[in-house]
């Protein structure tokens, strides 16, 4: 299937119903989802080879391999710069998720306390904004804005993602990447409340049933993960606990939510606080005189 990976027709030419095009469409998603089975990781040497038997005149390069691949999986990603034959579908899937930028090279100390979830950030003042890829390491936290790529959750997120964690699990050089975003969402979504604030803010898009489902499944997916010491994401957790922990930014974030979110609510604050200058002015000026005059 992947060798017609290039020419849409070349898929159709067998029409019937479960193998035309619109076969294709309707049975993509499966099979991709199939195709990232740990279990069922075909080595792309194997590919390289029949395409070498295939194009003898034109065989192709790794970048080929990796381009196919990616654009059937529907990753839409490949390493530039990498000459070098990935191992399989599996692994190309797993570095279009990852951050090719160097980490932290450590933190001394982890900090053990725990994240807020969304709607306690929230509370404390803290804005959601949607960063500039898709990458699960592209997460930042500065000057009370958290900035997440956007989650897209469907009936094949628990799948992948479990896959891409074993994948992680399996081969030391994988990194840890996958696993920390998981531990992090996980942390951040406690409730279908949360869920809720994060679709509002149009950093999630769910095609599950309920919100509930969407956070019972970020809780469950990380269960007996440890995050790496060496995560860029523990940087940004300290960074919010601290954020979190000052009482001014509470006291701002909770006026501003119950005085400025409304604009009739803040009319009618403004209009009490214009009565009671007049009220202490017109005080001032009745006092005033009664003195001046003794």
Same mark, same amino acid.
């Given at each position: 299937?992947?060798?017609?990976?290039?020419?849409?027709?070349?898929?159709?030419?067998?029409? $019937?119903?479960?193998?035309?095009?619109?076969?294709?469409?309707?049975?993509?998603?499966?099979?991709?989802?199939?195709?990232?089975?740990?279990?069922?990781?075909?080595?792309?040497?194997?590919?390289?080879?029949?395409?070498?038997?295939?194009?003898?005149?034109?065989?192709?390069?790794?970048?080929?391999?990796?381009?196919?691949?990616?654009?059937?999986?529907?990753?839409?990603?490949?390493?530039?710069?990498?000459?070098?034959?990935?191992?399989?579908?599996?692994?190309?899937? /797993?570095?279009?998720?990852?951050?090719?930028?160097?980490?932290?090279?450590?933190?001394?100390?982890?900090?053990?306390?725990?994240?807020?979830?969304?709607?306690?950030?929230?509370?404390?003042?803290?804005?959601?904004?949607?960063?500039?890829?898709?990458?699960?390491?592209?997460?930042?936290?500065?000057? $009370?804005?958290?900035?997440?790529?956007?989650?897209?959750? /469907?009936?094949?997120?628990?799948?992948?993602?479990?896959?891409?964690?074993?994948?992680?699990?399996?081969?030391?050089?994988?990194?840890?990447?996958?696993?920390?975003?998981?531990?992090?969402?996980?942390?951040?979504?406690?409730?279908?409340?949360?869920?809720?604030?994060?679709?509002?803010? $149009?950093?999630?898009?769910?095609?599950?049933?309920?919100?509930?489902?969407?956070?019972?499944?970020?809780?469950?997916?990380?269960?007996?993960?440890?995050?790496?010491?060496?995560?860029?994401?523990?940087?940004?957790?300290?960074?919010?606990?601290?954020?979190?922990?000052?009482?001014?930014?509470?006291?701002?974030?909770?006026?501003?939510?119950?005085?400025?979110?409304?604009?009739?609510?803040?009319?009618?604050?403004?209009?009490?606080?214009?009565?009671?200058?007049?009220?202490?002015?017109?005080?001032?000026?009745?006092?005033?005189?009664?003195?001046?005059?003794?």
């Amino acid at each position: 299937m992947l060798l017609a990976g290039d020419d849409a027709g070349a898929r159709a030419r067998a029409q $019937g119903p479960s193998t035309g095009i619109h076969g294709f469409y309707f049975l993509s998603p499966e099979i991709v989802s199939v195709m990232l089975l740990l279990e069922n990781q075909l080595p792309l040497l194997v590919l390289h080879m029949i395409l070498v038997v295939q194009r003898p005149l034109s065989p192709p390069s790794p970048k080929d391999i990796h381009q196919m691949v990616t654009d059937f999986l529907g990753c839409g990603r490949h390493d530039e710069g990498n000459d070098e034959l990935g191992h399989h579908p599996l692994d190309l899937f /797993h570095r279009s998720f990852r951050d090719l930028q160097p980490v932290l090279s450590g933190l001394d100390e982890l900090d053990q306390v725990s994240v807020p979830s969304a709607v306690e950030l929230s509370e404390a003042g803290i804005s959601f904004k949607e960063s500039n890829t898709n990458s699960v390491c592209d997460i930042d936290f500065k000057n $009370g804005v958290l900035r997440m790529p956007l989650v897209r959750v /469907h009936d094949g997120t628990e799948k992948i993602y479990l896959n891409l964690m074993a994948f992680e699990r399996q081969y030391m050089y994988a990194g840890n990447d996958v696993t920390d975003y998981l531990i992090f969402m996980d942390s951040i979504i406690n409730s279908e409340r949360d869920v809720a604030l994060l679709r509002s803010k $149009g950093l999630l898009k769910s095609g599950l049933g309920s919100d509930k489902e969407v956070a019972e499944l970020f809780n469950s997916m990380s269960k007996g993960a440890v995050m790496s010491p060496y995560c860029k994401l523990l940087d940004v957790r300290q960074k919010m606990n601290g954020h979190c922990r000052k009482p001014w930014n509470k006291l701002r974030a909770s006026f501003e939510h119950t005085y400025l979110s409304n604009p009739w609510v803040f009319i009618s604050l403004v209009a009490a606080v214009v009565v009671l200058v007049a009220t202490v002015m017109q005080t001032i000026y009745t006092v005033v005189p009664f003195y001046t005059q003794r």
